[in-house]
């Protein structure tokens, strides 16, 4: 079972994806994602240019040897492109050995540990009565938890909040990134009436999310997490930047408001520290980023060990083959905590035909052979990349701040 073609598929069905597609002299072919947004090109030609030529001629179900050759064997190790990057290679190994077993990859980590996948849904209001409303949509489509930003009064443009009511998708299309103002008081001093309102509203009885989106110091957060403790969050996300470990444990000190961490972080070298030290509850890794099914489940196995639990990011610019590889580890594993859940559009599905599906809340992986999700090459080359960035966020007297 060699590999006999590495294909690096670039295509953008309302946005950007990179996608590698792996084919053996059996036959059989795999599907691995490798878009890491705002930077696809970058992960594009790590692949072709470094990456692709070694697989040729290598045993596709050697998936463990690959990792370590391709980790080990690069000798400039782990950040996001080359990790990316090895994601997919290890993520297209894998759907080729369930093709090759004739099961779904979660049958080969283990089983299934649980019926379905919980998922977290989006309500964004660019105001409070708006986002209420789409609690309350999501409540009735089955969702049992849900993520809620609303804008901050008084700043222009806010994470997580469409201007124009449509799903969110921060990279916006052009040849350079747009600029964004941020006020970290006029945040806190609205968001914990935000969570009121949503609670007075609906009650307590599904779960409540929010992402900070790496704002805050770790005393802002420490005062954000303790202020809202009567509303119950299932999650404070990313209150602080993610770089400085032990920086979570000044949060820690002040609050019982659980914490999730890591959609930016790529290796177990990054959490080790946060996950050993007991420092946040959720690890939010992902297929894609995250050196593929391999090293994600390193990860989670290492979280186990303390308690924290699984909540793996899962915006749309993670295609739907990273969702769907998702659904198989998350299916699978002891630990998990949740999945977030943000909808293609039906462009983008129809490039990825797959075969998971949404139900009351719920995801189900697939029941086929390998992943359950490939690549219309034909459909994909009707869509050519476009240049997008992700935004550029600054504070009110135009220094530059964490997005
Ligand atoms: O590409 C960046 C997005 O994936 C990220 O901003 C989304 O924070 C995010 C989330 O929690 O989904
Ligand atoms: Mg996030």
């Known amino acids: 079972m060699n590999i006999v073609e590495a294909k690096v598929i670039v295509t953008c069905p309302d946005r950007n994806f990179v996608t590698l597609k792996l084919t053996t002299d059996d036959g059989l072919?795999?599907?691995?994602?490798?878009?890491?947004?705002?930077?696809?090109?970058?992960?594009?030609?790590?692949l072709k240019d470094h990456v692709c030529p070694l697989l040729i001629g290598r045993d596709a179900s050697r998936i463990e040897d690959t990792w370590q050759y391709l980790h080990k064997g690069a000798y400039w190790r782990r950040g996001p492109v080359t990790m990316t990057a090895v994601a997919a290679v290890d993520t297209a190994l894998w759907d080729i050995k369930g093709k090759a077993a004739g099961m779904p990859v979660y049958q080969l980590i283990g089983g299934r540990s649980r019926d379905a996948v919980t998922v977290y849904g989006h309500a964004n209001g660019a105001t409070v009565p708006e986002a209420l409303e789409q609690v309350g949509s999501l409540l009735d489509q089955g969702y049992r938890a849900v993520r809620v930003q609303a804008g901050v009064p008084g700043l222009e443009k806010v994470y997580g909040v469409p201007t124009d009511r449509a799903p969110y998708e921060p990279a916006v299309a052009g040849d350079r990134p747009e600029e964004a103002t941020?006020?970290?008081a006029k945040y806190l001093n609205f968001v914990p009436g935000l969570f009121a309102a949503v609670r007075e509203r609906f009650g307590h009885d599904f779960h409540l999310l929010h992402d900070a989106h790496h704002r805050l110091t770790p005393i802002e957060a420490a005062r954000l997490g303790k202020?809202?403790?009567?509303?119950?969050?299932?999650?404070?996300?990313?209150?602080?930047?993610e770089e400085l470990q032990e920086g979570f444990?000044?949060?820690r000190r002040h609050t019982t408001t659980p914490i999730a961490v890591g959609e930016v972080y790529n290796s177990i070298w990054d959490c080790h520290q946060l996950i050993t030290e007991q420092l946040i509850d959720y690890i939010r890794m992902d297929v894609v980023h995250g050196g593929g099914i391999t090293h994600l489940r390193r990860v989670f196995d290492l979280a186990d060990l303390y308690h924290v639990r699984t909540g793996s990011h899962g915006a749309t610019d993670l295609s739907p083959v990273c969702l769907a590889a998702a659904l198989h580890v998350d299916i699978a594993v002891p630990n998990f905590g949740i999945q977030e859940y943000m909808p293609h559009t039906?462009?983008?599905?129809?490039?990825?035909?797959?075969?998971?599906?949404?139900?009351?809340?719920l995801l189900y992986p697939s029941e086929e052979p390998g992943l359950g999700v490939d690549i219309d090459e034909e459909a994909a080359a009707e869509?050519?990349?476009?240049?997008?960035y992700?935004?550029?966020?600054r504070l009110e007297d135009g220094s530059l701040h964490d997005w």
């Open 249 to 251: 444990r000044l949060i």
């Open 383 to 388: 869509y050519p990349y476009r240049q997008a």
């Open 390 to 393: 992700l935004p550029v966020n």
């Open 29 to 46: 072919t795999g599907v691995g994602d490798a878009t890491l947004n705002g930077r696809e090109l970058a992960v594009a030609s790590y």
């Open 346 to 361: 039906e462009t983008t599905n129809a490039v990825f035909p797959h075969s998971y599906r949404f139900a009351d809340g």
């Open 182 to 184: 941020w006020s970290t």
């Open 227 to 241: 202020a809202v403790e009567p509303y119950g969050l299932f999650w404070l996300e990313d209150p602080i930047s």
